[in-house]
């Protein structure tokens, strides 16, 4: 299978303390991968280490092929990053929004590509309206469509469905594994089990390090545990000891 991701060693310090500390991650092409972890054990320091946002202080590797110390500028044209809440203008119209994405990339024939993105989200008639007014379902299918604009191979999407009602949600999850159909590789971070149980695969970290991968049921299984929520507390009580 090839790899979409593919690093080792991912380590990251800030003011001397490693908050990221050797992670090994590898997600093939086309899968769904869940990046679960408690509050601040270093999930979204790795998504933007794997995008190119920030320098890694060790560790080596590849994003789409691309290395991910000396090609970031590459990764960064390939990858549609979703930051926590998802990094929409509110101040700007829903059009705005998606032109600036579009500007950012330099996409050939933008105002086309944005009428076909209001299309699609089926806000043509409401692109006037300011982003910051949507409701969190709306906002959260602009975010998804703005960081799908110029095509990505490999989505890193961060806590996306924070604050979405749970029929959002599920629209949200058929739409990921649409994209998944069609070769996109995901790799998302949640606090929702019943999104875990939807990846086809899930990297478990606390403290900055790996503590399980494999399918839900290969992390169940691994942890001795009944379901997904018993693993995750189990591995946690399992590593405070030696990383607390
Ligand atoms: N720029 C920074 N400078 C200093 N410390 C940082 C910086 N960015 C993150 N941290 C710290 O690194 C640790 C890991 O943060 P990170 O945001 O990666 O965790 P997370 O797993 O995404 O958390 P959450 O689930 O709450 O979003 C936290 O203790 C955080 O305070």
């Given at each position: 299978m090839t790899q979409a991701i593919e690093v080792t060693g991912l380590t990251k310090r800030f003011d001397g303390r490693t908050v990221v500390d050797g992670i090994d991650l590898t997600v093939g092409q086309g899968r769904i991968c869940g990046f679960?972890?408690?509050?601040?054990?270093g999930k979204t320091t790795t998504i933007r280490m794997l995008c190119g946002l920030l320098k890694p202080d060790a560790g080596?590797?590849?994003c789409l092929g691309?290395?991910?110390?000396?090609?970031?500028?590459?990764?960064?044209?390939?990858?549609?990053?979703?930051?926590?809440?998802?990094?929409?203008?509110?101040?700007l119209s829903i059009r705005e929004n998606l032109d600036f994405v579009a500007r950012l990339f330099e996409l050939p024939g933008r105002r086309a590509a944005v009428d076909a993105a209001l299309d699609r989200l089926g806000l043509a008639s409401r692109q006037?309206?300011?982003?910051?007014?949507?409701s969190g379902g709306w906002k959260q299918r602009l975010a998804l469509t703005a960081c799908l604009l110029h095509g990505p191979r490999l989505l890193l999407l961060d806590e996306p469905t924070a604050g979405v009602d749970p029929k959002a949600r599920r629209e949200?999850?058929?739409?990921?594994h649409r994209l998944a159909a069609d070769g996109i590789t995901v790799l998302v971070s949640t606090h929702y089990m019943d999104e875990a149980e939807r990846c086809h695969e899930l990297?478990?970290?606390a403290y900055g390090q790996l503590l399980?991968?494999?399918?839900a049921a290969e992390v169940v299984a691994e942890a001795g545990a009944t379901d997904l929520e018993d693993a995750f507390v189990r591995l946690v009580d399992r590593a405070k000891d030696n990383f607390a």
């Amino acid at each position: 299978m090839t790899q979409a991701i593919e690093v080792t060693g991912l380590t990251k310090r800030f003011d001397g303390r490693t908050v990221v500390d050797g992670i090994d991650l590898t997600v093939g092409q086309g899968r769904i991968c869940g990046f679960l972890g408690p509050n601040g054990s270093g999930k979204t320091t790795t998504i933007r280490m794997l995008c190119g946002l920030l320098k890694p202080d060790a560790g080596e590797g590849r994003c789409l092929g691309h290395d991910i110390r000396r090609e970031a500028a590459l990764i960064k044209r390939q990858v549609g990053y979703m930051t926590q809440r998802f990094g929409l203008y509110d101040d700007l119209s829903i059009r705005e929004n998606l032109d600036f994405v579009a500007r950012l990339f330099e996409l050939p024939g933008r105002r086309a590509a944005v009428d076909a993105a209001l299309d699609r989200l089926g806000l043509a008639s409401r692109q006037k309206q300011l982003a910051g007014s949507l409701s969190g379902g709306w906002k959260q299918r602009l975010a998804l469509t703005a960081c799908l604009l110029h095509g990505p191979r490999l989505l890193l999407l961060d806590e996306p469905t924070a604050g979405v009602d749970p029929k959002a949600r599920r629209e949200f999850w058929d739409e990921i594994h649409r994209l998944a159909a069609d070769g996109i590789t995901v790799l998302v971070s949640t606090h929702y089990m019943d999104e875990a149980e939807r990846c086809h695969e899930l990297c478990y970290i606390a403290y900055g390090q790996l503590l399980a991968k494999g399918t839900a049921a290969e992390v169940v299984a691994e942890a001795g545990a009944t379901d997904l929520e018993d693993a995750f507390v189990r591995l946690v009580d399992r590593a405070k000891d030696n990383f607390a």
